[in-house]
Each structure stands twice: as structure tokens, then as C-alpha cells.
């Protein structure tokens, strides 16, 4: 077995935390990945990793040459990928997992965008806002939320910036009352995203100082549009992108709370993810450039 084909074995055992599961996906048996990393040891001089019958950890000495590892073969997948991209037509099956949010609301024509510019690529759209491991789950790209991703080692790149605001329907607003400063909050319920996801607080930043909140909630979801529905009816607060209910404050629906304070962390990000442990097909290359150029060309600065 050649050196680089150790590294990437290396690298898969990492980064999959198994030796089963690193022979799986390079067609192995097991005692032939134990060798690889074996031949590896020698040939650095030291242990790299640890190993028990239940999981598998990187030692010391081998952080860092993990991290050269990830550096030379993802410049020898993207020189290779380059030249191979530069004769390849994208085709085949992109397997797109996507936000269901996000998805319905902002990046249906960026999708139907890319299937008019690539008619040989069959798409197979995914729509979830659970966490997922792109690797795992089999997925060629993600257009996901941060707290989507249960994989560090993911290559991830910001494609847009929403906005988020703080909103009441004006019958919630006459049964309560309308809070005029951040502090006020602490007397009234939110419609939130689930404690898994998002922590059920919210910060502003008043006077050079931080102010805290923690929420009080009874109705609870993963799904934006789902609370936009339950604030709608009055059921609490909501803390919601600004993209889902625009309609909704323009006719009066909803009225947006506590505009002049500064508000911390008030954004949602969208975010291209994909993996970057095998040599990127011209398809998923395809999927990226346009996906960069759609919201260089339609998101206002």
C-alpha cells in the first residue's frame, strides 16, 4: 500500500473515530486498515492513535500530523480535481440535503437555477432541519444552519446573513402588554426553537453593557415556520427571520418589537457544507460555483 493511500486510510479512521467504518468506505478489510496505520507508526516513530475495543483517539504527536495530513491531501484532491474538472461535464446524482426553511423560502430558484444550467445532474433534495453528518448520511452537499452540522471537519462557506427581529401579533400585544425595553421581556412567553438547537435566552447590547434574557416558553419547535404560524395566533413572542414575515409586518399581522436596541447575534447563517475527505466531483463542483455566484448576484450588500 503506497504512502498516500496510508494517509487517506489515517485520515478516515480520524476522522470517522472507527477502523470498521474507515474500511467500509475504502473497500478494505479491517486487518488491512490496522496495517496501514500500523506501517504509518513505524515509519513516523511514534504511536498515533489510541485504540480500545469502543473508540479510537488521536495521541499527542498525532494532532498535528493529522492536520498536515488533512493539508497535503486536500491539495493534492484539489489539484487533481482542477485538471479533472477542466474535461468533465457535471452529471450524475447530486445528493443536496437543505434546510426545509431556508429551502421553501429562499433557495427553491437558486436550485432550480443550477437543474437549468446542468441538465445532465439529477437532483435528490433532502429537506430537514435536524442535525446531520454529511458523510454519514451519504449527502454530496448541505445548505444548512450552523447547528445542523454534527461534523467539525466539514468545509463550510457563508452564502448568506438573515436577519432576525423580535415580533408579536397585536392580539397577543392587548392580552399582555408592549414591552419598551429589553428588560420587560422577563414578563412575557416566546414561541422559541427548541432548547436542542438554540438556547432559549436572548442578549442585547445596551450602554456598553450586555443584557441577558432567559426566555420563558410553553411552544417550542425546529421550525421557523412553524412559530411564525404560532406567534401569528397569538401564543407569545417570536424570534424569527426577518425574510419569513415581512408580508406579515408590512399588513400589520405581526409588530416588530424593541427595533431600537442592538440586539446580539441577530443573524441566521446559510451556509454551503460538503465534505472534504474524497476528490470533489464535477458536479458538486458545479453545485458550488453557482450557489457562490446566485447569492454574490442577488444578496444586496
Given at each position: 500500500m ?49 485504540r ?9 504527536a ?13 491539495e ?48 435528490d433534495?433532502t429537506?430537514?432541519?435536524?442535525p ?6 451519504g449527502?454530496?452537499?448541505g445548505?444548512?444552519v450552523?447547528?445542523?452540522?454534527t ?8 452564502l ?25 421581556l ?17 442578549s442585547?447590547?445596551?450602554?456598553n ?7 420563558q ?46 440586539l ?17 466531483p464535477?458536479k ?14 442577488t444578496?444586496?450588500?
Amino acid at each position: 500500500m503506497d504512502y498516500v493511500e496510508s494517509l487517506r486510510i489515517f485520515r478516515s479512521v480520524v476522522e470517522l473515530k472507527s477502523f470498521a467504518r474507515a474500511a467500509d468506505i475504502h473497500g478494505l478489510a479491517r486487518p488491512a486498515v490496522s496495517r496501514a496505520i500500523s506501517g504509518l507508526e513505524e515509519r513516523v516513530g511514534c504511536r498515533l492513535l489510541h485504540r480500545t475495543t469502543r473508540q479510537v483517539s488521536l495521541t499527542e504527536a498525532a494532532e498535528r500530523f493529522y492536520e498536515g495530513c488533512v493539508r497535503i491531501l486536500d491539495e493534492l484532491d484539489a489539484l487533481e480535481a482542477d485538471v479533472g474538472n477542466r474535461t468533465r461535464e457535471a452529471g450524475g446524482v447530486l445528493r443536496l440535503v437543505a434546510h426545509t426553511t431556508a429551502t421553501m423560502e429562499r433557495l427553491v430558484p437558486l436550485i432550480a437555477e443550477f437543474k437549468l444550467a446542468h441538465p445532465k445532474v439529477t437532483l435528490d433534495v433532502t429537506l430537514t432541519e435536524r442535525p446531520i453528518d454529511l458523510v454519514a448520511d451519504g449527502y454530496d452537499l448541505g445548505v444548512v444552519v450552523p447547528n445542523m452540522l454534527t461534523s467539525e471537519t466539514a468545509v463550510v462557506r457563508l452564502l448568506e446573513r438573515i436577519r432576525v427581529v423580535i415580533v408579536a401579533a397585536p392580539q397577543y400585544l392587548q392580552r399582555t402588554s408592549t414591552p419598551r425595553h429589553p428588560s420587560e421581556l422577563t414578563n412575557h412567553l416566546f414561541v422559541t426553537m427548541s432548547a436542542s438547537l438554540r438556547r432559549p435566552s436572548i442578549s442585547f447590547h445596551i450602554e456598553n453593557e450586555d443584557l441577558t434574557i432567559p426566555l420563558q416558553f410553553d411552544v417550542s419547535s425546529n421550525s421557523p415556520a412553524f412559530n411564525r404560524e404560532m406567534v401569528l395566533r397569538g401564543f407569545g413572542i417570536g424570534i424569527v427571520p426577518i425574510t419569513l414575515i415581512e408580508s406579515d409586518l408590512a399588513s400589520g399581522r405581526l409588530v416588530h418589537l424593541l427595533a431600537d436596541f442592538e440586539l446580539i447575534d441577530n443573524g441566521i447563517e446559510i451556509r454551503l457544507a460538503y465534505s472534504n475527505r474524497t476528490l470533489l466531483p464535477a458536479k458538486v463542483r458545479a453545485f458550488i460555483d453557482h450557489a457562490t455566484a446566485f447569492f454574490d448576484r442577488t444578496v444586496a450588500p
